[in-house]
Antibody, heavy 121, light 107 residues
Framework: QITLEESGPPLVKPTQTLTLTCTFSGFSLSTSGVGVGWIRQPPRKALEWLAL???????RYSPSLKSRLTITKDTSKNQVVLTMTNLDPVDTATYYC?????????????WGQGILVTVSS | DIQMTQSPSSVSASVGDRVTITCRAS??????LAWYQQKPGKTPKFLIY???SVQSGVPSRFSGGGSGTDFTLTINNLQPEDSATYYCQQAKSFPLTFGGGTRVEIK
């Protein structure tokens, strides 16, 4: 059974750096073809893809946020970490991590419950 | 970037009705389209992949169709628990992009 859970601070001040951790079970990021992504959703708005990391440490980022994002993995801990720098109130959103459905595929079949991050002074 | 446009933005229908949601891609994506259902305050649920393949465990009243740039999600025999916002996502290329969502309400 695949599960994912996001953790991190619920409140961040503008200009600060946000670090979110996705802890998962039921699969391994050392297995060929596996990937984990991050998606966010501002309140009452649509979903926005942020980043994806593959089993081989290849990474993909949203071009509009690429300069501010870093995605890493710790295979031994079954964790993926997303770092976002220079936070702004517009970054207030629920942040989800999700499991990529399979090798060569770019949809997400399992999602975490999400973590609401508010950016405010 | 591939832009995904959903219509309508909201629809209200009665129990037992058929509801069809449209998703249009700004360029051809073959059948690389997924649909998700999101209920208020809940996590998105994966419904359909490859435009028309229904994920295991999803009720058979949900179906998807289309290829290229135009896609549909159809809910037959609408049920009260289908009240949610539905999102399409192109799975063809990076950056991955979602549609703006379609809210389905039960009359």
């Amino acid at each position: 059974q695949i599960t994912l859970e996001e953790s991190g601070p619920p409140l961040v001040k503008p200009t600060q750096t946000l670090t979110l951790t996705c802890t998962f079970s039921g699969f391994s990021l050392s297995t060929s073809g596996v990937g984990v992504g991050w998606i966010r959703q501002p309140p009452r708005k649509a979903l926005e893809w942020l980043a994806l990391i593959y089993w081989d440490d290849d990474k993909r980022y949203s071009p509009s946020l690429k300069s501010r994002l870093t995605i890493t993995k710790d295979t031994s801990k079954n964790q993926v970490v997303l770092t976002m720098t220079n936070l702004d109130p517009v970054d207030t959103a629920t942040y989800y991590c999700a499991h990529r459905r399979g090798s060569g595929l770019l949809e997400f079949d399992y999602w975490g419950q999400g973590i609401l991050v508010t950016v405010s002074s | 970037d591939i832009q995904m446009t959903q219509s309508p933005s909201s629809v209200s229908a009665s129990v037992g009705d058929r509801v069809t949601i449209t998703c249009r891609a700004s360029q051809g994506i073959a059948s690389r389209l997924a649909w998700y259902q999101q209920k208020p305050g809940k996590t998105p649920k994966f419904l359909i992949y490859a435009a028309s393949s229904v994920q295991s465990g999803v009720p058979s009243r949900f179906s998807g169709g289309g290829s290229g740039t135009d896609f549909t999600l159809t809910i037959n025999n609408l049920q009260p628990e289908d009240s949610a916002t539905y999102y399409c996502q192109q799975a063809k290329s990076f950056p991955l992009t979602f549609g703006g969502g379609t809210r389905v309400e039960i009359k």
